[in-house]
């Protein structure tokens, strides 16, 4: 029986998946950035010519959707060893940006109009 997935331990295999290739070298900040940013491209890549309408229905096709998967997949990957690599828990990351945009991007309140409304910067 397999442990259950967790960010903790898929980082330790892709740890591992390096070490065992002598990969970890090339594995600097730098390029892990530069692999995340390519892998998320070639993820937008999939959308390019997609009317909004397409996208939404993209993972219909078995070929399509298996594509995606695996670009998800190689950013995450990607994303998680560069967390490793710098000692960034992602999830504590993300729950600290969560709530920094919770203060920065009230919800609106019903005497509050919609076309009020901005989008966030990231």
């Given at each position: 029986?397999?442990?259950?997935?967790?960010?903790?331990?898929?980082?330790?295999?892709?740890?591992?998946?390096a070490?065992?290739?002598?990969?970890?070298?090339?594995?600097?900040?730098?390029?892990?950035?530069a692999a995340?940013?390519?892998?998320?491209?070639?993820?937008?890549?999939?959308?390019?010519?997609?009317?909004?309408?397409?996208?939404?229905?993209?993972m219909?096709?078995?070929?399509?959707?298996?594509r995606?998967?695996?670009?998800?997949?190689?950013?995450?990957?990607?994303?998680?060893?560069?967390c490793?690599?710098?000692?960034?828990?992602?999830?504590?990351?993300l729950?600290?940006?969560?709530?920094?945009?919770?203060?920065?991007?009230?919800?609106?309140?019903?005497?509050?109009?919609?076309?009020?409304?901005?989008?966030?910067?990231?």
């Amino acid at each position: 029986m397999t442990e259950p997935l967790d960010l903790a331990r898929l980082q330790r295999r892709l740890a591992a998946f390096a070490a065992a290739r002598n990969w970890q070298p090339y594995h600097t900040p730098k390029n892990l950035a530069a692999a995340l940013s390519v892998e998320a491209s070639e993820l937008v890549e999939i959308f390019q010519w997609l009317t909004p309408e397409e996208s939404a229905r993209v993972m219909a096709d078995p070929g399509t959707a298996h594509r995606v998967t695996d670009e998800v997949a190689d950013v995450l990957a990607y994303l998680l060893q560069f967390c490793d690599v710098l000692g960034i828990d992602p999830l504590t990351a993300l729950d600290a940006k969560i709530a920094r945009n919770e203060q920065r991007f009230p919800a609106p309140g019903p005497e509050d109009g919609a076309q009020d409304r901005q989008l966030p910067e990231s």
